[in-house]
């Protein structure tokens, strides 16, 4: 794949994403982690005002780079998903029907 062809899925999946991310508006679920999150938040910061300042900066670097990792890992799982449902479409045949409009 060209860099160029990366950089136009890469546009194409962030947007999707972006779609995928307001459908949560209005997942309860989702909004009860985020709240938890917000409260846990505090503790955490002041649990982290006991560390040093290097192993407080390791500490952030590997959390930083999980979400980077994890942000991979959901972009690959967004074009194997692609492929399947053009797979699965090419299955059923619906490249080859024509369409009226």
Do not use: P, W
Request: charged share 30%; with cysteine; aromatic share 10%.
């Amino acid at each position: 794949m060209t860099n160029e062809e990366s950089k136009m899925i890469k546009t194409f999946i962030n947007m999707r994403e972006e779609i995928a991310i307001s459908r949560l508006k209005n997942n309860s679920q989702y909004f009860e982690l985020c709240t938890l999150q917000e409260k846990t938040e505090n503790m955490v910061e002041e649990l982290f005002q006991r560390f040093e300042r290097a192993e407080l900066i390791t500490i952030h670097r590997h959390y930083e780079g999980e979400t980077r990792k994890h942000g991979f890992e959901i972009d690959e799982v967004y074009i194997q998903g692609m492929r399947d449902s053009i797979k699965i479409l090419t299955f059923f045949g619906a490249f080859s029907v024509e369409v009226s409009l």
